[in-house]
Structures are given as structure tokens and as C-alpha cells.
């Protein structure tokens, strides 16, 4: 019995970017339809100090028993000056106070929205050591990267793996599980939700259920 795991970073209420009626979230629903998938949804809570998690977008989440919500950071960003060597890493940039904040910042949108996330993956991957024990604290687990986060320890449970949507080759196995890997949009990322990608995936479904007796679809958190 093999677990399949698919997430997808920076979902926020902006239209295109997991909103109600959006193509990419009928094609979520549709391969939730289809083949039984689920989704690890991880959220910025005030995305680009512009869109701020609202109640009714996370409950319109929430209805659905295969989505789970996680923390993707607040801001998704980095203060302007150092933008251009960090990208929107914008744990890279905290030590532990800068970081305790927050976190707190970020659980109080959520906890306003009426949901407590379990898990975290920071935005562009990258964080400090001191950030990280933060995080650690916060959450109960992690999805890190097995490269960019090579000498950051977690403290709690944590998870590797980030096979996009896209791909076809060298697909992992990570213990028991396959990690897919996409975002919700972006011009920058090659693993979005377009329809090139969502009929792609279905294909990826079909060999992976010819290849193996029992697939079982699980959010991070429903994993042993
Ligand atoms: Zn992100």
C-alpha cells in the first residue's frame, strides 16, 4: 500500500489563486471526483501584506473532508532591501524573536478565520536555524526540502519530497509515499495548476494506479 500526497503552496483570496469558481479549483475537485485525491493546501496568511486570510475563504475550505490546511508563513515576502538575494524567503530573514512574532501574527489570522493549522512549509523553502526552533515549536510538523534545508534541524516531525505535478520521470518514493509538489499559480513555477499540468497529472494517476494494487490519497497529516 503506497500513500500518495499531493500539496500546493500560496493559496490566498485573490481571484486565480484558490477562490471559489476558479479553473484550478474545479480541477481540484474534479480529480478529488475522480480518482480520490487530497489536497494539502498551504496559505499564506496575509499574503504580500494584500490579501489577508478571511473567514469565508477558509471555511469554504474547510467543507471539504479532503483538504487540509496548513501555514505557508504571513507576508510571503522579505523587506524590500534585501528582496533581490532572498526572494520571498521570509523566514531567512528572522532570528527568534523576529520569528516568534510571526508566527503569532500569522496564528492570530488564522485562529480569526476559525482554523488552527497543524502543519508549516516556509515560503521559498529557506529559514534560519533560530526560525526554524520557532516553527518547531508552533507546529506538528514540517514539509521541508531535503536540499535547501540539508543543515536546518527541526525539532518536530518533519517531511521530505516535492516531485511536481508536471513531471513524469524519476517520480520518488519517500518511505511509503509519493510527495507531489505545485502551486496554485505563478508565472515563476512550472508545477501549476494550468490545464496542461491537470491533464498531465491525471496521467501520472493512471500509471501510478496501474504500477501499484492500492493507492491511498492522504492530506501531510493523515500520514502515519
Ligand atoms: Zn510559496
Given amino acids: 500500500m503506497k500513500n500518495v500526497v499531493v500539496a500546493i503552496d500560496d493559496l490566498h483570496p485573490e481571484q486565480g489563486w484558490g477562490c471559489e469558481g476558479d479553473t484550478q479549483v474545479e ?3 474534479a480529480l478529488n471526483d475522480q480518482y480520490g485525491v487530497k489536497f494539502t493546501l498551504f496559505c499564506p496568511s496575509y ?3 494584500q490579501y489577508k486570510l478571511t473567514k469565508d475563504w477558509v471555511s469554504y475550505w474547510k467543507q471539504f473532508d479532503w ?4 501555514n505557508h508563513g504571513h507576508y510571503h515576502d522579505v523587506k524590500k532591501s534585501t528582496f533581490d538575494q532572498m526572494g520571498e524567503q521570509e523566514f ?3 532570528n527568534h524573536i523576529e520569528a516568534t512574532e510571526r ?3 500569522s496564528l492570530d489570522v488564522w485562529e480569526q478565520c476559525g482554523h488552527k ?3 508549516f512549509r516556509s515560503p521559498g523553502w529557506g529559514i534560519t536555524q533560530e526560525a526554524a526552533d520557532v516553527v518547531s515549536s508552533y507546529f506538528d510538523w514540517v514539509a521541508q526540502h531535503e536540499l535547501h534545508n540539508q543543515s536546518i534541524n527541526f525539532g518536530t516531525q518533519n517531511f521530505i519530497g516535492c516531485d511536481g505535478i508536471h513531471e513524469s520521470e524519476n517520480i520518488s518514493l519517500y518511505g511509503d509515499t509519493f510527495m507531489f509538489q505545485s502551486h496554485i499559480q505563478g508565472d515563476w513555477n512550472d508545477n501549476v495548476w ?3 499540468n491537470y491533464l498531465h497529472f491525471q496521467k501520472v494517476l493512471d500509471y501510478l494506479l496501474s504500477q501499484y494494487n492500492e493507492l491511498q490519497f492522504k492530506t501531510i497529516s493523515e500520514i502515519e
Fill in 67 to 70: 483538504v487540509e490546511l496548513a
Fill in 117 to 119: 493549522p497543524k502543519g
Fill in 27 to 29: 480541477y481540484l475537485s
Fill in 103 to 105: 508566527v503569532q501574527e
Fill in 47 to 49: 499574503y504580500h501584506h
Fill in 92 to 94: 531567512l530573514e528572522l
Fill in 194 to 196: 494550468s490545464e496542461k
